[in-house]
């Protein structure tokens, strides 16, 4: 069986405890928990007769008083760069977040990731700005960890970018 360190980045409150929990135990829970540091999770999928198990690094949100420790990145296979699309700026955060990171991942792959897509009316993030994220090389997903919808998705397409040749 084949291990891949995952890393979860992205500012505070943009649901990346949420997007594990809903892929690793199937569930939401409307209750915010911060996370401190880091909480580590597991998952076992198996792509194509492949057995993979993912070990999720679920790390603290960035933002003016907390910074993601580098160190916490090491031995990483991906990421998922996760950004509130309700909220602009953390888009802009989690940008900045791996520009800040990009030795430590670079030529580790990524997804980027939408949370709260359920959030429609509320929505923030102009379709421009993630077709022009698209062009620049980001492979970009909508998901809604509330719903499940497009989770289980973005985590896949990353899972088999780390088995592809």
Same mark, same amino acid.
């Given at each position: ?31 915010? %928990? ?9 998952k076992t999928v198996d !792509?194509? &007769?492949?057995?993979?198990? @993912? /070990? +999720? ?14 160190s916490y990145l090491r ?15 953390? %888009? ?12 430590? !991942?670079? &030529?580790?792959?990524?997804? @980027? /990731? +939408? ?26 997903r909508r998901t809604s ?17 780390? !088995?592809?040749?």
């Amino acid at each position: 069986m084949i291990k891949k360190k995952i890393c979860m980045l992205g500012t505070s409150a943009v649901g990346k405890t949420s997007l594990v929990r809903r892929y690793v135990q199937g569930f939401f829970s409307e209750q915010y %928990l911060t996370t401190i540091g880091v909480k580590i999770d597991k998952k076992t999928v198996d !792509l194509d &007769g492949q057995a993979l198990t @993912l /070990v +999720l690094w679920d790390l603290n949100g960035e933002d003016p008083f907390q910074r993601v420790a580098a160190s916490y990145l090491r031995g990483a296979a991906g990421f998922l760069l996760v950004a509130d699309g309700t909220r602009r700026l953390t %888009l802009e955060g989690a940008l900045r977040l791996h520009e800040r990171l990009h030795d430590a !991942l670079e &030529g580790v792959p990524g997804v @980027l /990731v +939408l949370n709260k897509a359920d959030l429609t009316a509320s929505w923030a993030i102009e379709p421009a700005r993630i077709e022009a994220l698209q062009r620049e090389g980001w492979t970009v997903r909508r998901t809604s960890a509330k719903t499940g919808m497009g989770v289980e998705e973005a985590f896949e397409h990353l899972a088999r970018r780390l !088995l592809a040749p």
